[in-house]
């Protein structure tokens, strides 16, 4: 069983910054991965970047060179770097932890999801 509660979204302007992020507590050894997921009205749910229990991440390209997804371990947290932000990006973003298998990363806990807004 994991529980993740998330924080910092909110309203920015276009080209601020945000950080999001996502504390961890339980576990469970099927959990080798940790994820962001963002959702706006009538858009299909995108994931936005993965971080594996071995450090490696990947991106969606949307967010390639302006996101970047890290860990603390110490903390047991997940971090979201936005910067350069679109008003596109507006969203609720979704922390989850999942397990990063053959097929792709599939999530399995999900966070309570946290509104951000880019706009002037």
């Known amino acids: 069983q994991v529980q993740l509660v998330e924080s910092g979204g909110g309203l920015v302007q276009p080209g601020g910054s945000l950080r999001l992020s996502c504390a961890a507590s339980?576990?469970?050894?099927?959990?080798?991965?940790m994820g962001w997921y963002r959702q706006a009205p009538g858009k299909q749910r995108e994931l936005v970047a993965v971080i594996t229990s071995g450090g490696s991440t990947n991106y969606a390209d949307s967010v390639k060179g302006r996101f970047t997804i890290s860990r603390d371990n110490a903390k047991n947290t997940v971090y979201l770097q936005m910067n350069s932000l679109k008003p596109e990006d507006t969203a609720v973003y979704y922390c989850n932890a999942g397990g990063h298998l053959y097929s792709g990363y599939v999530p399995y806990y999900w966070g309570q999801g946290t509104q951000v807004t880019v706009s002037s």
């Open positions: 339980g576990s469970a050894f099927s959990i080798n991965a």
